[in-house]
């Protein structure tokens, strides 16, 4: 079943329940999003992922280049990257050897040929949301 759209209660759980996040774009250059979003999501407790084709340690963490590089599973992809980029990650999460559950596009990205790989690959997708907005919202800036 396609997972279309993801209710506050599914959305919440999933959150609480994921483990590791990969951050595709990331970048820890203060007074960007990506750096308060990887810094806030550390400190939430979880295992973050950097994803970047040049950068070789954010955030003091081992860098990929890409997702095709990441051999554990992911629960969540989380795209920092423009709208054009995302089909190619999505193809690129939906070929990792595990799965990861949720597909995120960051706020103001949007994709539909994205979504639809994504969705077919069995992933939910979240499209135009903040990941750190959306775990202060729903947890309160914690983890059960």
Not at 15 to 31: H, N, R
Not at 38 to 45: E, Q, V
Not at 95 to 117: V, Y
Request: with cysteine; net charge neutral; proline share 5%.
């Amino acid at each position: 079943m396609l997972q279309v759209f993801m209710s506050d209660e599914r959305l919440r759980a999933a959150l609480a329940e994921a483990k590791t996040i990969a951050i595709v774009g990331a970048k820890d250059k203060q007074g960007q999003a990506v750096d308060d979003v990887g810094r806030y999501l550390i400190a939430a407790g979880y295992r973050v992922i950097p994803v970047h084709p040049v950068r070789k340690n954010v955030w003091g963490l081992k860098t990929y280049a890409s997702l095709a590089e990441i051999q554990e599973q992911v629960d969540i992809v989380d795209v920092f990257r423009a709208p054009e980029f995302c089909p190619g990650h999505a193809l690129e999460a939906a070929n990792m050897p595990l799965t990861p559950k949720i597909f995120w596009m960051q706020l103001g990205i949007r994709s539909a040929e994205a979504s639809h790989i994504a969705q077919q690959a069995g992933m939910a997708v979240v499209d135009d949301k903040c990941i750190m907005v959306e775990h202060r919202r729903l947890l309160g800036g914690s983890r059960p």
